[in-house]
């Protein structure tokens, strides 16, 4: 089983700035791709960022310019920088890894941290 840990959330001020943590352990061969997602009450969990075990990102047009999301492969982490926050941020923000997997072959496993809250106020 794959474990995600989340911190860095809290609640913070229009135009300000907070720094997630994302630290995956357990059993997994490799971390394929790690991501942030977050989920605003009574709306749907979408995607906010993701990186590529190899660097390639990916970002939510909402996001893109304000957050920065990155990984340290070696402490198995990954990071989302946001910055200029507003209150259209405020969510539960979750942490993905699809790690690769042995179990007679190779596959991908995707797992979930258990939530940070961001709470923006204006």
């Known amino acids: 089983q794959v474990q995600l840990v989340e911190s860095g959330g809290g609640l913070v001020q229009a135009g300000d700035s907070l720094r997630l943590s994302c630290t995956a352990s357990?059993?997994?061969?490799?971390?394929?791709?790690m991501g942030w997602y977050r989920q605003a009450p009574g709306k749907q969990r979408e995607l906010v960022a993701s990186?590529?075990?190899?660097?390639?990102?990916n970002y939510a047009d909402f996001v893109k310019g304000r957050f920065t999301i990155s990984r340290d492969n070696a402490k198995n982490t990954v990071y989302l920088q946001m910055n200029s926050l507003q209150p259209e941020d405020t969510a539960v923000y979750y942490c993905?890894?699809?790690?690769?997997?042995?179990?007679?072959?190779?596959?991908?496993?995707?797992?979930w941290g258990a939530g940070t809250q961001v709470t923006v106020s204006s």
């Open positions: 993905n890894a699809d790690t690769g997997q042995a179990g007679g072959t190779w596959y991908i496993a995707s797992s």
């Open positions: 357990g059993s997994f061969i490799s971390i394929v791709r």
């Open positions: 990186i590529t075990s190899g660097g390639p990102t």
